[in-house]
């Protein structure tokens, strides 16, 4: 991707949104399973301060774009969750998990459908516009299947966890120590050493290729 002015403005608003949405659900979908603690943090909330965490949110893709790496990367600061509060614990710690990834592939659903109406809109504004639902589509459609790959903490690493027999969950459950690292090496380290093997290809790339496919043509637009 380009790092232009222009460009950057079309990717500022998805961005922000997917990454505050995504966060408000996991916190949304642990209140409504039992669990206060995000509400008693002012959690809750839709103001994308409230989500950003300095390193990953701003420094971390600062330097990415500084250094013209050709990729994003980043997280948000965690939603708190105490699983001890929810009802259901192993049931409901996959349904808190899956409620971030699944608010973005409907944030992706909202955008394709919108894109029908971008002619309705004043012509100069229609580029722009354009551009911002595509990369609402494209960042929301990413994001989810990144944070579904299962590697705790990131969210498909809890939701294999919650589904998996004992004998593989608690082995899984104990890389969350570690797992920032495993996933740093896989999708930071890895391309930069140019070593031949592209996991952002093969584990971001192409499914989520195949996802934004099918969302284009259960929308109407192929």
Same mark, same amino acid.
């Given at each position: 991707?380009?790092?232009?002015?222009?460009?950057?403005?079309?990717?500022?608003?998805?961005?922000?949104?997917?990454?505050?949405?995504?966060?408000?659900?996991?916190?949304?979908?642990?209140?409504?399973?039992?669990?206060?603690?995000?509400?008693?943090?002012?959690?809750?909330?839709?103001?994308?301060?409230?989500?950003?965490?300095?390193?990953?949110?701003?420094?971390?893709?600062?330097?990415?774009?500084?250094?013209?790496?050709?990729?994003?990367?980043?997280?948000?600061?965690?939603?708190?969750?105490?699983?001890?509060?929810?009802?259901?614990?192993?049931?409901?710690?996959?349904?808190?998990?899956?409620?971030? +990834?699944?608010?973005? %592939?409907?944030?992706?659903? =909202? &955008?394709?459908? $919108?894109?029908? @109406?971008?002619? /309705?809109? #004043?012509?100069?504004?229609?580029?722009?516009?354009?551009?911002?639902?595509?990369?609402?589509?494209?960042?929301?459609?990413?994001?989810?299947?990144?944070?579904?790959? +299962?590697?705790?903490? %990131?969210?498909?690493?809890? =939701? &294999?966890?919650? $589904?998996?027999? @004992?004998?593989? /969950?608690? #082995?899984?459950?104990?890389?969350?120590?570690?797992?920032?690292?495993?996933?740093?090496?896989?999708?930071?380290?890895?391309?930069?050493?140019?070593?031949?093997?592209? +996991?952002?290809?093969? %584990?971001?790339?192409?499914?989520?290729?195949?996802?934004?496919?099918?969302?284009?043509?259960?929308?109407?637009?192929?």
């Amino acid at each position: 991707m380009g790092f232009d002015p222009w460009t950057l403005s079309t990717w500022i608003l998805p961005a922000l949104l997917a990454i505050t949405l995504h966060e408000a659900a996991h916190g949304f979908a642990a209140k409504a399973l039992g669990d206060p603690t995000a509400a008693r943090l002012g959690r809750l909330s839709l103001n994308p301060l409230r989500h950003i965490d300095p390193v990953g949110t701003i420094l971390l893709p600062g330097i990415l774009i500084l250094s013209q790496a050709g990729f994003l990367f980043g997280y948000a600061k965690p939603v708190p969750v105490d699983f001890r509060y929810l009802r259901n614990p192993r049931r409901d710690m996959v349904l808190v998990a899956a409620a971030g +990834p699944g608010m973005n %592939l409907l944030l992706a659903l =909202v &955008a394709a459908i $919108l894109y029908h @109406a971008v002619d /309705a809109v #004043p012509e100069f504004a229609q580029d722009w516009i354009a551009g911002n639902l595509t990369n609402t589509l494209r960042f929301n459609v990413l994001l989810a299947v990144f944070n579904m790959l +299962p590697i705790p903490p %990131l969210d498909g690493g809890r =939701v &294999a966890v919650g $589904l998996l027999p @004992a004998p593989l /969950a608690l #082995p899984l459950a104990r890389l969350e120590r570690v797992g920032i690292v495993i996933v740093l090496m896989l999708f930071v380290v890895l391309p930069m050493l140019n070593v031949g093997i592209d +996991p952002v290809r093969w %584990l971001l790339m192409a499914p989520a290729q195949a996802v934004i496919d099918l969302i284009v043509i259960v929308t109407g637009h192929a």
